[in-house]
Protein backbone atom coordinates (compact mmCIF):
# COMPACT_ATOMS: atom_id res chain seq x y z
CA UNK A 1 0.00 0.00 0.00
CA UNK A 2 3.13 2.40 0.28
CA UNK A 3 4.30 1.82 -2.69
CA UNK A 4 0.71 3.06 -5.02
CA UNK A 5 0.40 5.92 -2.57
CA UNK A 6 3.89 7.11 -2.70
CA UNK A 7 3.83 6.82 -6.56
CA UNK A 8 0.56 8.87 -6.58
CA UNK A 9 1.80 11.41 -4.39
CA UNK A 10 4.81 12.14 -6.62
CA UNK A 11 2.82 12.04 -9.63
CA UNK A 12 0.64 14.95 -8.20
CA UNK A 13 3.99 16.90 -7.01
CA UNK A 14 5.14 16.43 -10.75
CA UNK A 15 1.72 17.92 -11.98
CA UNK A 16 2.34 20.57 -9.65
CA UNK A 17 5.64 21.64 -10.52
CA UNK A 18 4.86 21.35 -14.53
CA UNK A 19 1.90 24.03 -13.83
CA UNK A 20 4.00 26.12 -11.64
CA UNK A 21 6.79 26.52 -14.67
CA UNK A 22 3.99 26.75 -17.44
CA UNK A 23 2.95 29.57 -15.60
CA UNK A 24 6.43 31.05 -15.48
CA UNK A 25 6.14 30.84 -19.21
CA UNK A 26 3.11 32.26 -20.25
CA UNK A 27 4.40 35.26 -17.91
CA UNK A 28 7.93 35.74 -19.61
CA UNK A 29 6.23 34.58 -22.85
CA UNK A 30 4.00 38.03 -22.69
CA UNK A 31 7.21 40.17 -21.01
CA UNK A 32 8.54 39.27 -24.05
CA UNK A 33 5.73 40.11 -26.07
CA UNK A 34 5.57 43.91 -24.20
CA UNK A 35 9.18 44.26 -25.16
CA UNK A 36 8.85 43.57 -29.13
CA UNK A 37 5.87 45.68 -29.08
CA UNK A 38 7.55 48.68 -27.65
CA UNK A 39 10.93 48.13 -29.41
CA UNK A 40 8.84 47.85 -33.09
CA UNK A 41 7.19 51.10 -32.16
CA UNK A 42 10.74 52.99 -31.49
CA UNK A 43 11.48 51.35 -34.59
CA UNK A 44 8.59 53.10 -36.30
CA UNK A 45 9.37 56.79 -34.54
CA UNK A 46 13.15 56.08 -36.01
CA UNK A 47 12.03 55.36 -39.33
CA UNK A 48 9.48 58.81 -39.19
CA UNK A 49 12.44 60.54 -38.14
CA UNK A 50 15.18 59.31 -41.16
CA UNK A 51 12.22 60.19 -43.24
CA UNK A 52 11.70 63.52 -42.22
CA UNK A 53 15.43 64.22 -42.05
CA UNK A 54 15.95 62.48 -45.81
CA UNK A 55 12.42 64.56 -47.26
CA UNK A 56 14.46 67.64 -45.83
CA UNK A 57 18.20 66.79 -47.64
CA UNK A 58 16.11 65.88 -50.53
CA UNK A 59 14.35 69.28 -50.87
CA UNK A 60 17.84 71.74 -49.92
CA UNK A 61 18.92 69.29 -52.87
CA UNK A 62 22.36 68.15 -50.83
CA UNK A 63 23.91 64.86 -51.42
CA UNK A 64 25.53 62.64 -48.34
CA UNK A 65 29.26 61.95 -49.33
Known amino acids: MFWPMLAIALGFLG ?6 LGIKVFI ?5 G ?3 A ?4 RVGRA ?8 TGLARAGETLR
Open 47 to 54: AEDLERAA
Open 15 to 20: IAVLGI
Open 38 to 41: RTAE
Open 34 to 36: REV
Open 28 to 32: EAQRL
